[in-house]
Each structure stands twice: as structure tokens, then as C-alpha cells.
Nanobody
Framework: VQLQASGGGLVQPGGSLRLSCAAS????????MGWYRQAPGKQRELVAT????????NYADSVKGRFTISRDNAKNTVALRMNSLKPEDTAVYYC????????WGQGTQVTVSS
């Protein structure tokens, strides 16, 4: 499985951004896709996930109500819409796909700053 992430950038507090991730390769074996993030000096943490079949979502408490994860199985993509961004959302965001192992895309920087 290969993952190609796009989006990210610099945004002011309260602003919005959209991340997208395209999967290729053995996509039939993917059970869950999602986004993780890692801020400087911190461990990588889960942001949101979505299951491939039922579309069941899971969010970190810190992003509930602000972020929305969605998928397009026809295009093999997963997106993360981020609203009401806060400075503490600043991190490198990683796309993730789970089969019987984890696959990671390249990170994309999200910076929330005035």
C-alpha cells in the first residue's frame, strides 16, 4: 500500500484546512484509514480514523466537533476537514492505512499561527 498525502500549510487560528490522502497498491486489504499527527517534542498521536466498509469514524477528544474525516472508496481517498484550528493543532500530519500492519504516507505540515 502506498499513500500520497496533500494539503496542509499555514493558517490563522480559527481557520480551516483540508488534508487529502490517496491510496494505491493493495487497497482491497485496507481495513481502516486515518490521520495521525506529531508535534515537536511529542509522540505521534491519533487524530481520526474511518473504517473502509462501514465508514465508522473515531476521533481524538481534542478534535471532536472541529475535524471531520471522510472517505471516497471509488477514488481510494480519505480526507480530513479541519475547522476552528488552534495553535495546538500545529504538527506534522501523517496519513495511515491499516491492513495486518500499518502503512504511512509522507507527513504534511500544518501550522496554526497568527
Amino acid at each position: 500500500v502506498q499513500l500520497q498525502a496533500s494539503g496542509g500549510g499555514l493558517v490563522q487560528p480559527g481557520g480551516s484546512l483540508r488534508l487529502s490522502c490517496a491510496a494505491s497498491g493493495s487497497i482491497f486489504s485496507i481495513n481502516i484509514m486515518g490521520w495521525y499527527r506529531q508535534a515537536p517534542g511529542k509522540q505521534r498521536e491519533l487524530v481520526a480514523t474511518i473504517t473502509s466498509r462501514a465508514g465508522t469514524t473515531n476521533y481524538a477528544d481534542s478534535v471532536k466537533g472541529r475535524f471531520t474525516i471522510s472517505r471516497d472508496n471509488a477514488k481510494n481517498t480519505v480526507a480530513l476537514r479541519m475547522n476552528s484550528l488552534k495553535p495546538e493543532d500545529t504538527a506534522v500530519y501523517y496519513c495511515n492505512a491499516q491492513t495486518n500492519r500499518h502503512y504511512w504516507g509522507q507527513g504534511t505540515q500544518v501550522t496554526v499561527s497568527s
